[in-house]
């Protein structure tokens, strides 16, 4: 039986943050569509991709390095489509060395994605990215990496994620279906409502005592149940602060 691992789970910001994919088949497609959601530059390394991934370079909207992972290939800089001149195949970026990150200068990968059908290159990769302190995530054999990627539901502002810390993607799914079935399509507007009434909260409010009060009061109105029923209407700011007038000091 492997070693219980207890994973710190955490939220990236990777916007505008290279990440690196070793491999191109439909493991590595999966994790992308996500990565790229999340605003990620992404660079993919492999000799072969899937249609989706090949699409995805053709528009610019990852590079493709069409070769092998090679030793060192993590130490490298990222590339953009916007910054080289080389391109493979239908403008498809081939990246050197010295290729300029969009922003002016190099920058090191923040995650690394092992995803081939090849172990040893896979292992190959976690030893390379553990050897330069970056995270990595190995799709065959989870426990030779350094991070897992949880099964992920959205709704708006709201993610819920399920980790079986390796118990099996089939068992994340079934659980995953049920929470998409209790955090329904409602919970979108739901918490963009509250957001925005939390931070017109936080902007009035000076006093922190009343504005946690506020707050606290603020999660307890019933708008989901509004919205469920067809019932709500957005408020203004008018109405925002007669809400706080009216509970302020409570």
Not at 164 to 180: D, H, K, N, Q
Not at 202 to 210: A, F, S, W, Y
Request: hydrophobic residues 40%.
């Amino acid at each position: 039986m492997s070693e219980y691992v207890p994973y710190l789970p955490i939220m990236l910001d990777c916007r505008a943050r290279p990440i690196l994919v070793i491999g191109g088949g439909k493991v590595a497609e999966r994790k992308i569509i996500h990565m790229l959601e999340a605003g990620a530059i992404v660079t993919v390394i492999s000799p072969d991709v899937t249609a989706a991934i090949q699409q995805l370079a053709e528009k610019g909207q990852l590079n493709w390095l069409k070769r092998e992972y090679r030793a060192g290939d993590l130490s490298e800089g990222i590339c953009s489509p916007l910054t080289t001149e080389a391109t493979v195949d239908a403008s498809i970026a081939e990246c050197s060395d010295t290729t300029a990150h969009p922003l002016g200068q190099s920058q090191r990968y923040l995650l690394v994605y092992a995803t081939t059908s090849l172990p040893d290159v896979n292992q190959s990769v976690a030893e390379e990215a553990q050897r330069y302190g970056i995270p990595v995530n190995v799709a065959d054999r989870h426990e030779r990496g350094t991070f897992i990627n949880p099964a992920v539901i959205r709704r708006g502002r709201l993610v819920a994620s399920v980790s079986t810390s390796g118990a099996g993607p089939a068992i994340s799914r079934r659980l995953v279906s049920e929470l998409e079935n209790y955090f329904d399509e409602d919970y979108e507007l739901y918490m963009e409502f509250m957001y925005h009434l939390r931070h017109h909260i936080k902007r009035v409010v000076h006093d922190p005592q009343e504005r946690r009060r506020l707050l606290e009061q603020a999660a307890t109105l019933d708008v989901l149940a509004q919205i469920r029923h067809k019932q709500f209407v957005w408020w203004d700011e008018e109405q925002i602060e007669q809400w706080i007038i009216q509970y302020r000091g409570r």
